[in-house]
């Protein structure tokens, strides 16, 4: 277990109103990755980075932006939230190094996010 | 459009029985995982196959990476009710990006 939580757990919010959720880790993992998962998709990568202040997109990262200011905590910001961004946001860690287990990723509880 | 796709999306099976899940691509890839997702969780590795043709086996769960290193299937021997979650492949190119799956959702009735 990674020791990776996240806030909130559930979010009801309104369209066009800004909307951040944190993730925490604990294992001092170099890569950290934000995700959304819908029925028939399973997960898609939002965007994720590999240092500190080092981020870079993912395959449907539009509406999204990320900051990583220190090792342990990944943000992801909706700036203005649509009905679209409705979805369950998962937050990953990994390990640096190639190979055996550091391609694990460890996952978050996850945050089921409502825009209304 | 999604460089995984799982097949079939849901599965409803009786305990015993036996099932495979495939995850297939047109895209090459380093290695291949399966992950397992219980409702209101994140999902857990089982297994990580690297090398074309690589069979590995968990229990009652066997895992193959195709030849061509585009595809893989999971199957389940003998299924029972802890097999029930949903299913993602997760595909690597790089060292740090992976592609998940569209996901197959497991019922298994007891």
């Known amino acids: 277990d990674a020791g990776i939580t996240q806030s909130p757990r559930h979010k009801v919010t309104e369209t066009g109103t800004p909307v951040t959720l944190r993730c925490h880790q604990t294992e001092n993992h170099r890569y950290m990755y934000w995700y959304r998962q819908d029925p028939g998709h399973g997960l898609r990568l939002i965007h994720y980075s590999y240092g500190v202040k080092d981020t870079d997109k993912g395959e449907v990262s539009d509406g999204y932006s990320v900051s990583r200011s220190k090792t342990e905590d990944f943000l992801l910001t909706l700036e203005s939230a649509t009905s679209s961004q409705t979805s369950v946001y998962f937050c990953?860690?990994?390990?640096?190094?190639?190979?055996?287990?550091?391609?694990?990723?460890?996952f978050g509880p996850g945050t089921r996010l409502t825009v209304l | 459009t999604q460089l995984l796709e799982q097949s079939p999306q849901f599965l409803s099976i009786q305990e015993g029985e036996n099932l495979t899940v495939y995850c297939n691509s047109s895209?090459?890839?380093?290695?291949l995982q399966w992950y397992r997702q219980e409702p209101g969780e994140g999902p857990v590795l089982l297994v990580t196959v690297v090398t074309g043709g690589e069979v590995k086996k968990l229990k009652r769960l066997t895992f193959q990476f195709g030849d061509a290193r585009k595809d893989s299937s999971l199957h389940i021997t003998a299924a029972q009710p802890g097999d029930t979650g949903l299913y993602l492949c997760?595909?690597?190119?790089?060292?740090?990006?992976?592609?998940f799956g569209t996901g197959t959702s497991l019922t298994v009735i007891p």
């Open positions: 997760a595909g690597v190119k790089t060292g740090n990006q992976f592609y």
């Open positions: 990953a860690t990994k390990a640096s190094g190639r190979g055996g287990s550091y391609n694990e990723q460890f």
């Open positions: 895209s090459v890839f380093s290695s």
